[in-house]
Nanobody
Framework: QVHLVESGGGLVQPGGSLRLSCIAS????????MAWYRQAPGKQRELVAE???????TYAASVTGRFTISGNNAKDTVYMQMRSLKLEDTAVYYC??????????WGQGTQVPVSS
């Protein structure tokens, strides 16, 4: 069974930057999409950014221009560079990979508290 492991979260001040990483424990192959979601306290999990196998990207309106997702299908890794972080970006961030043979695979989440 393949697992996803996120890293890079942590306390950051408003206006700061972080880079999240998500690495698979084994070979996934035939990924359709790689994505980052987040869940803030008391709120539903929401899609933050997604990248397709072909490289097309989608962003939530709230992070467009501040976050950048990048994926490497060959290495089964996905990253998200976050800049100009705001208080409202505080959440647990999850990576998700959708693959032909596995369906949806979720990571365990990494916390990103934005606070002064």
């Amino acid at each position: 069974q393949v697992h996803l492991v996120e890293s890079g979260g942590g306390l950051v001040q408003p206006g700061g930057s972080l880079r999240l990483s998500c690495i698979a424990s084994g070979s996934i192959r035939n990924t359709n999409t790689m994505a980052w979601y987040r869940q803030a306290p008391g709120k539903q999990r929401e899609l933050v950014a997604e990248v397709t196998r072909g490289g097309a990207t989608t962003y939530a309106a709230s992070v467009t221009g501040r976050f950048t997702i990048s994926g490497n299908n060959a290495k089964d890794t996905v990253y998200m560079q976050m800049r100009s972080l705001k208080l409202e970006d505080t959440a647990v961030y999850y990576c998700k990979v959708n693959a032909v043979w596995y369906g949806d695979i979720w990571g365990q989440g990494t916390q990103v508290p934005v606070s002064s």
